[in-house]
């Protein structure tokens, strides 16, 4: 494992005091938006890269592809 990054630190550095839960709630929507509007970008540039289509959605969407559990004998 690697040890925090300047960044890391910094924002450590910034929250290091009592913060009302309220705002804690804030600051995690605050994170999670970031997060998502980055992980839907990243979503959106594959999928123009690789030219994936809405049939391949469907299609994938109609194929069950996940290994099915093996029974155990009781």
Excluded: C, W
């Amino acid at each position: 494992m690697t040890g925090l990054n300047d960044i890391q630190i910094g924002l450590l550095r910034m929250f290091d005091r009592k913060i009302p839960d309220e705002e804690v709630l804030e600051i995690k929507k605050v994170l999670v938006d970031h997060l998502s509007n980055k992980l839907f970008d990243e979503v959106q540039r594959v999928v123009a890269t690789k030219n994936i289509s809405k049939e391949d959605y469907l299609s994938l969407e109609a194929n069950d592809l996940r290994t099915k559990p093996k029974k155990i004998d009781e």
